[in-house]
């Protein structure tokens, strides 16, 4: 039991709370917007830093190579 009593100081106490009293106010639908949007372009950047770190690696092994 001194476990379990131990795991439960690391919950946040919205998970110990009714789902009626951790209901919050609704988010404005330019928030919202954004959000979305940001969540839908998230993948691009992603990718994009991706591509960016794998052609500098790729240009900074062959001027090593070349010198």
């Given amino acids: ?5 131990l795991l439960m100081v690391f919950l946040p106490l919205d998970a110990l709370a009714c789902a009626t009293c951790s209901l919050l106010e609704p988010e404005s639908a330019v928030r919202s917007a954004l959000l ?3 969540l839908m372009l ?8 991706g591509l960016w770190a794998v052609r500098r690696a790729g240009r900074e092994a062959s001027r090593e190579d070349g010198a």
């Fill in 1 to 5: 039991m001194p476990l379990a009593g």
């Fill in 36 to 38: 979305v949007v940001g």
């Fill in 42 to 49: 998230t993948p691009f950047l992603v990718v994009g830093v």
